[in-house]
């Protein structure tokens, strides 16, 4: 059974960047695309990107210019870095799963990581 | 960015009633298109895909529809399970969108 988990600070202070890792068990993460989303009361469910195993990335435009997705494929792991954070950023970030090659299905999902970015 | 607009915001419902919930984008997405429940302090699970597809495990009383720019998730009989907000994602073009969701409350 193919499971994802988050990891990370739970409080980020703002202007700093936020880090989290997914890590993917009972599947191998050269096999996927692999992506984060976040979820606000505000913004609702919003993607922010996805990476594949060989490192090439898609990010949402929005987020852009703040977003880095990497890779660690011995470790079967994913990561996500958002700098210069602000109270906007607060949400609760999910991993996912593309189970169809790059076409947006997301059909696992982690349980998600709240992320509160306050002073 | 691609719109999708779901309707309605919620839904009060009874065990047993039709549902139906649309999802309308901005402009044409081909069937690149999939609806998700979320239940509180949970995950989307996915139901649908590419439309109508319905994903491996989910009720068959879950179906989905396509009509140009306009998609529907029909619950045909509402079980106790189904209590739950629902979303609709586009995949046509980056980046992916979300609707606003749906809420399916109890009558």
């Known amino acids: 059974q193919v499971q994802l988990q988050e990891s990370g600070p739970g409080l980020v202070k703002p202007s700093e960047t936020l880090s989290l890792t997914c890590t993917v068990s009972?599947?191998?993460?050269?096999?996927?695309?692999w992506s984060w989303i976040r979820q606000s009361p505000g913004k609702g469910l919003e993607w922010i990107g996805y990476?594949?195993?060989?490192?090439?990335?898609t990010y949402n435009p929005s987020l852009k210019s703040r977003v880095t997705i990497s890779v660690d494929t011995p470790k079967n792991q994913f990561f996500l870095r958002l700098s210069s954070v602000t109270a906007a950023d607060t949400a609760v970030y999910y991993c996912?799963?593309?189970?169809?090659?790059?076409?947006?299905?997301?059909?696992?999902w982690g349980q998600g990581t709240l992320v509160t970015v306050s002073s | 960015d691609i719109q999708v607009t779901q309707s309605p915001s919620s839904v009060s419902a009874s065990l047993g009633d039709r549902v139906t919930i649309t999802c309308r984008a901005s402009?044409?997405?081909?069937?690149?298109l999939a609806w998700y429940q979320q239940k509180p302090g949970k995950p989307p699970k996915l139901l649908i895909f590419?439309?109508?597809r319905l994903e491996s495990g989910v009720p068959s009383r879950f179906s989905g529809s396509r009509s140009g720019t306009d998609f529907t998730l029909t619950i045909s009989s509402l079980q106790p399970d189904d209590f739950a907000t629902y979303y609709c994602?586009?995949?046509?073009?980056?980046?992916?969108?979300f609707g606003q969701g749906t809420k399916v409350e109890v009558k």
């Open positions: 996912a799963r593309d189970g169809s090659g790059g076409y947006g299905k997301f059909d696992y």
């Open positions: 009972g599947d191998s993460i050269t096999n996927y695309h």
């Open positions: 990476i594949y195993y060989s490192g090439t990335t």
């Open positions: 402009q044409n997405i081909g069937a690149w």
């Open positions: 590419a439309a109508f």
């Open positions: 994602q586009q995949a046509n073009s980056f980046p992916w969108t």
